[in-house]
């Protein structure tokens, strides 16, 4: 059972353009969701994370929106850059289990020039 | 600062032979240390979480006596993959998260490990 979805494997964005990347989640328990970009061959890097206790978090070019009724989330990259694609993973985490991501498939975001 | 580091960066191994992957936090002391399992154009899936000094908690599914977790420093991990298969075959990954930054988990490189 997935409990987070990234229905969406890949996205093309023209450089200067915004990004929005989605998410969907299925427990309305979670208490954390966290964004992490990927280059082939490495490790995710933390970008930036939200609450359940609200509804948006800016950071510089990224912001990321928390839509609990709907159960889902998006990162928004504005202005997007070459430099920004790679794959970015959306993961959820509980309160009580010390840290514990659970992550969603990626989606493979590629800024065109 | 957070750099995660994992040795080797990728192994070929023989089927029934045993790998040791390592991970270490370099520059911060890691409380726990979670290690990940990624299959090419999926998620990452947690194996298991291992914290310093005691022995670590697995995710249903995966066996404990076929992936061996030792914490035994805090910034140092290891996972032995023992009498390896070729379906073990992944892309492996460390974490860690120091004391009071539980939710922002600092990853290394992974591992490719190739069994043939």
């Known amino acids: 059972d997935q409990q987070v979805k990234q229905n969406s494997p890949s996205l093309s964005v023209q450089e200067g353009r915004i990004s929005i990347l989605n998410c969907d989640y299925t427990n309305s328990m979670f208490d954390y969701f966290l964004w992490y970009k990927k280059y082939p061959a490495e490790g995710p890097t933390f970008l930036i994370s939200i609450s359940s206790i609200k509804d948006k978090n800016e950071d510089g070019r990224f912001t990321v929106f928390l839509n609990k009724s709907a159960k889902h989330l998006s990162l928004h990259i504005v202005p997007s850059q070459p430099g920004d694609s790679a794959v970015y993973f959306c993961?959820?985490?509980?309160?009580?289990?010390?840290?514990?991501?659970?992550f969603g498939q990626g989606t493979e975001l590629s800024v065109k020039p | 600062g957070a750099v995660v580091s994992q040795h080797p960066s990728w192994v070929i191994c023989k089927s029934g032979t045993s790998v040791k992957i390592e991970c270490r936090s370099l520059d911060f002391q890691a409380t726990t240390m979670f290690w990940y399992r990624q299959f090419p154009k999926q998620s990452l899936m947690l194996m298991a979480t291992?914290?310093?000094?005691?022995?670590?908690?697995?995710e249903q599914g995966v066996e404990k006596d076929k992936f061996l977790i030792n914490h035994a420093s805090l910034t140092l991990s290891t996972l032995t993959v023992t009498s390896a298969h070729p379906e073990d075959s992944s892309f492996y990954i460390c974490s860690a998260t120091t004391s009071g930054r539980i939710y922002e988990q600092y990853f290394g490189p992974g591992t490719r490990l190739t069994v043939t």
């Open positions: 993961a959820a985490s509980f309160d009580n289990q010390g840290g514990k991501l659970i």
């Open positions: 291992s914290n310093e000094g005691s022995k670590a908690t697995y």
